[in-house]
């Protein structure tokens, strides 16, 4: 193999691998940048939906820490269907609870109260008085506390050992006391520096137990509320039945409480139906061994904690305090309705999915046990693939295009060798060309010559020495003039003045030139002229071009029996065809599309010396006077046709 292909090879072979390295590096890279993109897309919505449940965590845990600030100031004696609110009278009086009577907090399912023997009982529900059950939810708080029966009595039930109460020092002197004191620590009730602004209804700094004072008599009140209400309940009706038939008007509701001996009865329809209802009678209850008036009753009642129990077949929410009373511990709180908390997250979730769950997420707590999971919509998973695949896309497309650029810049710089290599070998032909074409000529000038000059050789053939040597001068100029216009083609100021002018006598003047080396070489030249034929055409470029064609025909053809060469013009339509035709071996098909490019040849290595610049330099001073040069194939030997433009 030659050098020149050698090193075309070998400089594309680096840069093949130089091309796969970058490529494949930034591929990687590309690619890992791609991946991580594709992970942080895919996960904005999760990330979103997790953001958005923390928030709304944030919101409920609010919510629901102020519901326990407000549900902890509650007196312990609401969570019973009547009460004796001592701040409201003095005297005996029972009322509904607020808890009976006003709706619950949206987030409250229902409060409930268990002792320790594990009855559970719900202030919208009185056994004893079954007439102040709300008769239209009835059903509904009927099951509310069969469900904390079975769900909750067993688990939640105060022990029933007392616990330890911390009791005041009763007075030296008897002195008047509010009926109802508050302190937030078991030893601020051995102060006897209480205030009547010390009550229930201020919220807990501490999450310490609460000692209530209230009075001997207030608290026996509680205690016996359903007796009192029993007691009083037939006098009532039979005041409200007077105050009927006196006015003649249809009866009016009870008022809410009654001060001294009046018990607040609920609104029935009808008088007359209030009093047919059947009253069930519970057995006295026996009363206290008697207190001294003045000595009051301590009550502890710690704050409210929230627990996780199953109630009605699913985990719930559950806060919870512990009473402690003389007459026993008790149980109270309530059940979050986590049907409520539903609807309050889908309302605030947007198109996430968040939803209630069990455990421990610090990220989205609400209270211990319980946090907020946060699932994306189908539409924003959907939306967040599509964004993955399209950077998958942007990226694969995008190193395809650049791939293919850098293989084409690599292709193009193997070319630029390759094409170096081929011009710095054919520029080695040409000198080596140049300098067999030069040395031939030179060498007959120089052997005729010197017969010349030393009155050698026969002395009647100076005048042929002498002819031989116009000849040896001549093809050396045509050597030189085709060097010579090659370097002006290459330069790019290759210049012709074509003028219109009569070509039948430039080439019969051209053939009469060329005509007696021929003769000399072995070959014969026939003329074949249009008379008064007329072209556009430059005298000197025609003079280069028809002595490159007939010098190359002669050179081709010695091998061949018939040595004629035919120079013929004739007009074809708009334009004049001069053609040069031998009879010698033709060109091979091969080598045709080459034939016009320069230091390139139509014959074998070892064919005549050339080179390669005349057809290469014809054909540019043909096309520079608005001609063209080809060849014709097809018959015996070659035949080049030079085609000028008439005017």
């Not at 293989?407 to 170096?420: C, D």
Request: charged letters at 25%.
């Amino acid at each position: 193999m030659k050098r020149g292909p050698q090193r075309t090879l070998v400089a594309a072979g680096l840069l093949a691998a130089l091309l796969a390295a970058l490529l494949v590096a930034w591929f990687y890279a590309g690619w890992a940048d791609v991946r991580a993109r594709q992970r942080i897309v895919r996960a904005a919505p999760v990330e979103e939906a997790a953001k958005r449940a923390s928030t709304l965590a944030h919101e409920l845990r609010m919510e629901l820490t102020g519901l326990v600030g407000r549900e902890g100031d509650r007196p312990y004696f609401h969570y019973q269907n009547l009460i004796h609110d001592p701040r409201a009278s003095s005297g005996e009086s029972v009322s509904p609870s607020p808890l009976a009577t006003e709706p619950n907090d949206p987030l409250v399912l229902g409060y409930f109260q268990l002792d320790a023997k594990g009855r559970a009982t719900t202030p919208r529900l009185n056994d004893d008085v079954p007439i102040l059950n709300e008769q239209t939810e009835l059903a509904e708080n009927l099951r509310f506390r069969a469900e904390v029966t079975r769900s909750l009595a067993t688990k939640l039930a105060p022990p029933e050992l007392p616990t330890v109460v911390a009791v005041a020092d009763p007075p030296k002197k008897p002195m008047k006391k509010p009926a109802l004191v508050v302190k937030n620590t078991v030893e601020a009730v051995k102060s006897d520096t209480a205030t009547a602004g010390q009550v229930a209804l201020a919220p807990p700094k501490t999450k310490k137990a609460k000692v209530i004072t209230i009075d001997r008599d207030s608290y026996a009140q509680n205690s016996r509320s359903n007796s009192i209400y029993q007691d009083n309940l037939p006098r009532l009706l039979s005041t409200e039945q007077q105050d009927v038939q006196s006015q003649d008007v249809q009866p009016i509701d009870p008022p809410p409480a009654l001060v001294q001996q009046q018990v607040v009865a609920p609104s029935p329809p009808a008088v007359q139906e209030r009093v047919q209802v059947p009253v069930r009678r519970r057995a006295p209850v026996p009363k206290p061994e008697p207190e001294p008036p003045n000595d009051p009753v301590t009550i502890v009642v710690s704050p409210l904690e929230w627990h996780t129990q199953v109630f009605d077949g699913a985990p719930s929410l559950i806060a919870l305090r512990q009473v402690t009373t003389p007459d026993g511990n008790f149980s109270q709180g309530f059940v979050v309705d986590r049907a409520t908390l539903t609807s309050w997250l889908a309302v605030r979730a947007g198109d996430d999915v968040i939803q209630l769950a069990t455990g421990d997420d610090a990220t989205a707590e609400l209270v211990p046990g319980w946090h907020l999971t946060g699932t994306p919509n189908p539409q924003a998973i959907a939306s967040a693939a599509t964004e993955a695949a399209r950077l998958a896309r942007t990226f694969m497309l995008r190193f395809v295009v650049v791939g293919v650029i850098a293989a084409l810049a690599a292709a193009l710089v193997v070319l630029l060798v390759a094409r170096a290599e081929r011009l710095a070998r054919e520029r080695s032909q040409f000198a080596a060309a140049a300098a067999h074409e030069l040395r031939t000529p030179l060498a007959g000038l120089q052997l005729y010559g010197d017969m010349l000059a030393d009155g050698l050789g026969d002395p009647l053939k100076q005048r042929d020495y002498a002819r031989r040597m116009s000849e040896e001068a001549s093809r050396l100029g045509r050597v030189v003039s085709n060097v010579l216009g090659f370097s002006q083609l290459e330069r790019g100021n290759l210049s012709v003045e074509p003028t219109v002018r009569r070509l039948d006598d430039e080439l019969r003047q051209l053939a009469e030139r060329a005509e007696p080396a021929l003769d000399r070489a072995g070959a014969m030249l026939a003329l074949e002229v249009e008379p008064e034929l007329s072209a556009r055409f430059d005298r000197d470029a025609l003079a280069r071009i028809v002595g490159n064609l007939l010098d190359n025909a002669e050179k081709y053809s010695r091998d061949a029996e018939d040595r004629t060469i035919t120079l013929a013009a004739r007009k074809v339509g708009d334009l004049v065809e001069v053609t040069v035709a031998d009879h010698g071996p033709g060109i091979a098909a091969a080598t045709r599309s080459r034939l016009f490019r320069p230091f390139s040849r139509g014959v074998p290595a070892d064919g005549p010396a050339g080179l390669g610049l005349g057809l290469a330099l014809s054909q540019s001073l043909a096309r520079a006077m608005g001609g063209d040069l080809e060849h014709r194939p097809g018959g015996a030997g070659a035949t080049f046709v030079l085609r000028l433009p008439v005017a």
